[in-house]
């Protein structure tokens, strides 16, 4: 039941865009984007819940296609500041959130 | 208003000691989670307490237990620590759980800063 993310790992420069995928063997109820830094706690991004395809705040923007069962991460413009590792967290109708693995995302000067 | 509170922050334990990582949250949430995390991997529900008197069991339960002491506190016990559980163990909480409610108010997990366990 783990969502599969993709890609395992992204470099960047500074301003280039960025798009991580959440995929699902099951149907979704919503679907949950954190993003952690290097020895931190988890900080969450946004949810999206089933009926809602699109969401999103400044540059970072998520899309969620109930049919395919998946969910994308859209960060336009990177800064500096956007790296990190982010998770996807799904939840299939009334059970808990499981993660994927995570996506490493490094942003360079 | 600090959130999520975990104590301790670090802790190095023998095989087959015990330990109880402690977690607090002063947000008047309904629900909390432990969750363990392991180099390059994802967050593994270990249990979680939908509501005050209530726990169940997550996907990696086996060698642990909890107590929700009361709608603040939600502790994770080791009995006896092994090699395996080794790991940065997070403690979160969220208004609700699951999606009877539905709200991205009630169903946002916030995490508490973590405690690293090594235990040799």
């Known amino acids: 039941q783990q969502p599969v993310q993709s890609p395992q790992a992204v470099i960047l420069r500074e301003g280039e865009d960025a798009v991580i995928n959440c995929s699902s063997s099951?149907?979704?109820?919503?679907v949950h984007w954190y993003r952690q830094k290097h020895g931190e706690a988890p900080v969450f991004l946004m949810i999206l819940l089933k009926g809602g395809e699109q969401k999103g705040h400044d540059k970072i923007s998520a899309s969620f296609n109930e049919k395919k069962q998946q969910s994308s991460l859209y960060l336009t413009a990177s800064q500096l500041s956007y790296s990190g590792t982010y998770f996807c967290?799904?939840?299939?109708?009334?059970?808990?959130?499981?993660f994927g693995e995570g996506t490493q995302l490094t942003v360079n000067p | 208003n600090a959130g999520v509170t975990q104590t301790p922050k670090f802790q190095v334990l023998k095989t087959g000691q015990s330990m109880t990582l402690q977690c607090a949250q002063d947000?008047?949430?309904?629900?909390m989670y432990w969750y363990r995390q392991d180099p390059g991997m994802g967050l593994r529900l270990i249990y979680y307490?939908?509501?005050?008197?209530?726990?169940d069991k997550g996907e990696v339960p086996n060698g642990y237990n909890v107590s929700r002491l009361n709608k603040r506190e939600f502790s994770l016990r080791l009995e006896s620590a092994a090699p395996s559980q080794t790991s940065v163990y997070f403690c979160?909480?969220?208004?609700?759980?699951?999606?009877?409610?539905?709200?991205?108010?009630?169903?946002?997990?916030?995490f508490g800063p973590g405690t690293r366990l090594l235990v040799l």
């Open positions: 967290g799904t939840e299939i109708g009334g059970s808990r959130l499981t």
């Open positions: 979160a909480s969220s208004e609700e759980t699951g999606f009877l409610f539905g709200t991205e108010e009630g169903e946002t997990q916030y």
């Open positions: 947000m008047n949430h309904n629900s």
């Open positions: 307490s939908a509501s005050e008197g209530t726990t």
């Open positions: 099951k149907a979704l109820y919503s």
